[in-house]
Every structure is written in C-alpha cells, then in structure tokens.
C-alpha cells in the first residue's frame, strides 16, 4: 500500500478494471481497528471491485434513494462490514467511511457522513 496525503492506491494485478482509492483517511483508520482476518477479506473484496468486470452485487451494492453512493459488503462468519464508496469517471473507486453492520438495515448516520464525504470529494475536486 502506497500512502499519499488524500489518497491510498492499492497496488494491484496489471489486468485491472478499476482502480480503488481512499478519499482522506476514514477508510484506513477503519481498516486499522479490524483484524487481521478481516483486513484480508476486505482486501480480497477490493481486489474484486477491481479485476472482475461485472462485480457481483453480493460484494458492491448500490444504496437506493442516493446518487450513486454503494456499499462494499463483507462478510466473515455471521458479522459483516460495510465500506461506502462511488464511481468517479467510471473507471476510479473512491472508499469512504466503513463500520460494522449490527442491524438489518444500513445506519442512516453512517450514509449521511459518506454522503457528505462524497460531496466534499467532488467540492475539492472542481
């Protein structure tokens, strides 16, 4: 992993369809807190997000009633995780914010924090 100051580019496979940032530090700083086991899930799930051309809605989901923010899902034994993230010029993965799902369905707070997120991201952008 190559650390900048806005973004982390992970280094993948040359056969790639998108490539994954970070926007700022949340993702990192939620990777961190996970373990070891989970840290390689949520890799291999990126990994996918990136090398498979049609990524499987079991590991990318878009969130209804949002212009175009998606859950990374992952799942290890029966807890799961989500990462927020969007599509910036189709072919970049922008990773948000992420946390550890305890209910059925997404926290409205954690979707606003990566809404406002996402928003900030394209305000610096211009």
Not at 51 to 64: G, Q
Not at 95 to 118: S, V, Y
Request: aromatic fraction near 12%; hydrophobic fraction near 35%.
């Amino acid at each position: 992993m190559l650390i900048c100051n806005l973004y982390v580019t992970f280094v993948v496979m040359s056969n790639r369809f998108r490539e994954v940032v970070e926007y700022e530090n949340h993702f990192s700083d939620f990777l961190r807190k996970q373990s070891q086991k989970v840290q390689d899930k949520i890799f291999k799930i990126i990994e996918a997000i990136e090398t498979l051309e049609r990524i499987p809605s079991n590991y990318l989901k878009h969130i209804s009633g949002t212009n175009g923010l998606y859950e990374t899902r992952i799942k290890l034994g029966s807890d799961i995780w989500r990462v927020f993230c969007f599509f910036d010029d189709g072919k970049l993965v922008v990773l948000l914010n992420g946390f550890t799902k305890k209910d059925q369905k997404t926290p409205k707070k954690e979707i606003e924090k990566a809404l406002k997120l996402m928003n900030k991201y394209y305000n610096n952008k211009k």
